[in-house]
């Protein structure tokens, strides 16, 4: 079992930036990845930024590439999303997730991102 805590989530102007954080706790040490989604009403849930545990590959949607940085401390068993540049599209449920192999099994609750313009 993993458990994944979302934290960061909020309103902010177009231009703006926020920090969101994603603490990992339970048998953290068999995942590969974790990885950032987002889901705006009536929209598909899409993969916005990913990072490997082991050597810290990214991988960033096109849409937020040169906006979003992906990062992890292992000390802390946390990833976080620096999202700089922020744009009314970005507005959405970002949710956490962890991954063996490509498969995304553990998800976090979910926290609200609004930018207004």
């Known amino acids: 079992q993993v458990q994944l805590v979302e934290s960061g989530g909020g309103l902010v102007q177009t231009g703006g930036s926020l920090r969101l954080s994603c603490a990992a706790s339970?048998?953290?040490?068999?995942?590969?990845?974790m990885g950032w989604f987002r889901q705006a009403p009536g929209k598909e849930r899409s993969l916005v930024a990913q990072?490997?545990?082991?050597?810290?590959?990214?991988y960033y949607a096109d849409s937020v590439k040169g906006r979003f940085t992906i990062s992890r401390d292992y000390a802390k068993n946390t990833v976080y999303l620096q999202m700089n540049s922020l744009k009314p599209e970005d507005t959405a449920v970002y949710y956490c997730?962890?991954?063996?192999?490509?498969?995304?099994?553990?998800w976090g609750q979910g926290t609200q991102v609004t930018v207004s313009s």
């Open positions: 997730a962890t991954s063996v192999g490509d498969a995304y099994d553990y």
């Open positions: 990072i490997k545990w082991s050597d810290g590959n990214t």
């Open positions: 339970g048998r953290t040490f068999s995942r590969d990845a």
